[in-house]
């Protein structure tokens, strides 16, 4: 499989494209905006599948170059994992207009972008799968905290979005899925919940995510999976 991986540089991202890599038949593009850490990342995977590609997905004409740059290597893509993000920790009467853009720039309007962009590259005769990363702070009904209303309210736009475009494309062979995370220890966390001691690592959601992105659209469309252990 050909998959597209944004957020790359870190966290669960970071391992996840260790994941993908490492089976020989699929080729992973390492989206992020830090290319040193991507060069790295591409010393530790074992195979020679890993094609780093420095990009901030929330400039708005970043796309373009990023299609462009995908396009010198191939004709095609099976899969996208949306997983970069950025999140701001603020009580909501301090949360300014550019926290606000920021947060929903990257979390929101950079997923919508990159999907249009790939649409082209994606072959009707063979099922493609776009994963789309949230939150359980996006996930209706569960546990919200204090100082994350940009943050949640982000990611519950990515669950909806997800069950428009799984509908609106279903008779185009494109299956989207969104994964609702719950707490897993990364530096975002770190960010939302100083101190607090996930029960998951980034490399063990990173497996489940794997093998939810190589196989998931075989069997469900339009799904927003909850996943989690718990959520502090």
């Keep these: 499989m050909k998959i597209i991986v944004t ?3 870190r966290g669960i991202g970071y391992e996840l494209v260790k994941q993908l890599s490492a089976d020989e038949k699929n080729t992973v593009f390492a989206i992020s905006r830090n290319f040193e850490k991507l060069e790295q990342l591409k010393k530790e995977c074992k195979n020679e599948n890993v094609i780093p590609i420095a990009c901030d997905l929330s400039q708005k004409n970043s796309v373009d170059s ?3 740059e995908i396009k010198k290597h191939t004709t ?10 950025v999140l701001v920790n603020k009580p909501f009467s301090e949360i300014s207009s550019d926290d606000l853009e920021n947060i929903y ?4 309007f950079a997923v ?3 999907i249009q962009g790939v649409l082209p590259l994606l072959d009707e005769k063979v099922k493609s799968h776009i994963v789309n990363i949230s939150s359980m702070g996006g996930f209706q009904g569960s546990a919200k905290f204090s100082g994350l209303s940009a943050y949640s309210s982000s990611k519950a736009s990515l669950v909806c979005l997800t069950e428009c475009l799984a509908e609106e494309f279903k008779e185009k062979n494109i299956a989207f899925n969104c994964l609702a995370l719950g707490a897993v220890q990364t530096e975002m966390l770190n960010e ?3 101190g607090y001691i996930a029960p998951l690592s980034s490399q063990e959601m990173a497996f489940f995510i794997a093998d939810f992105v190589i196989n998931a659209h075989k069997v469900m469309n339009g799904r927003i999976i909850p996943v989690t252990l718990s959520t502090p």
């Design 7 to 9: 957020g790359a540089s």
């Design 105 to 108: 720039n990257v979390n929101v």
């Design 66 to 68: 990023l299609i462009a």
């Design 192 to 194: 939302a919940f100083p």
């Design 76 to 85: 095609e893509i099976n899969a996208v994992v949306n997983n970069a993000g």
């Design 112 to 114: 919508v972008r990159l």
